[in-house]
């Protein structure tokens, strides 16, 4: 068995109202506590709001095993960059994780691996922890092209000037997967899931290899999440609409604790 620590990330989007984020933190923490302390010892979970949430979600989230992190930042740490969010000020108000490439601000932003390097590079200048989303379409899939892409992604690892490796977790995201209720199997997952570990191990070293966590990400519920955490590359979930309701967040985390104990 791994000795990374699993990671359990809610994506929520363009989800939820500021006034959301207190009660949920709160129903999270007192479920999480019942969990007998197992969370800090062997899981994080991160809360990925939108930034109008961060603030409160810091002061929600004071004094309990949960993290905050944020959905994207921008390249710098100040500028004429309208609608960015400065790494720089998340660092300032305690959002320690910020989430970068995720495949909506691929597609639908049109966010290229240029632009997700700059924002890695300067996620990392504040030392801020990253959720590094790579993932290939259903045309790439279906066109034997899955390692290629996903290869492609990882290169800006390489171009960062090397990883700290305590800042940097890969989620694969396969784009097919997200949102869809088609989620990958377990056997695709860890097939990509092991990819990744050897690309880092080859590119970087044993220890990245060994230290980094790879997150699964696309229709992850309480229902299929035990048999994907079942597999030995795979380090937790990036969730996102199964975040957005305690109940099913917290059966995906449970269920884990079924499959590896
Ligand atoms: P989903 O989204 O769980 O709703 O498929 C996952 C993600 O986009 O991170």
Avoid at 62 to 75: L, P, V
Avoid at 93 to 107: M, T
């Amino acid at each position: 068995m791994s000795k990374r620590k699993f990671l359990f990330a809610a994506n929520w989007k363009m989800n939820k109202r500021v006034s959301d984020v207190a009660p949920f933190i709160a129903d999270l923490n007192r479920e999480l506590e019942l969990l007998k302390g197992k969370v800090a010892q062997d899981f994080e979970v991160v809360i990925a709001p939108p930034a109008t949430h961060l603030l409160p979600a810091v002061d929600s989230s004071k004094n309990t095993a949960i993290q905050i992190g944020a959905q994207n930042c921008g390249h710098a740490k100040s500028g004429a960059f309208t609608g960015e969010i400065s790494p720089q000020v998340l660092k300032e108000i305690h959002c320690e994780w910020v989430i970068l490439g995720h495949s909506e601000r691929r597609h639908l932003y049109l966010e290229d691996d240029a632009r997700i390097l700059g924002r890695l590079k300067a996620a990392w200048d504040e030392q801020l922890k990253v959720i590094l989303c790579v993932g290939e379409t259903l045309p790439e899939r279906k066109g034997q092209r899955t390692t290629q892409v996903v290869e492609r992604q990882l290169q800006i690892l390489r171009e960062a000037s090397g990883i700290p490796e305590d800042r940097l977790v890969v989620a694969y995201e396969p784009v097919w997967a997200i949102g869809t209720g088609e989620n990958a199997t377990p056997d695709q997952a860890q097939e990509v899931h092991q990819f990744i570990r050897n690309w880092l191990k080859s590119n970087f070293s044993n220890s990245a290899s060994e230290k980094t966590r790879i997150l699964y990400g696309g229709s992850v519920k309480p229902d299929n999440s035990q048999e994907l955490m079942g597999k030995p590359d795979v380090d937790g979930f990036l969730v996102g609409g199964a975040s957005l309701e305690v109940s099913s967040f917290l059966g995906i985390i449970k269920n884990a604790f079924k499959s590896r104990g």
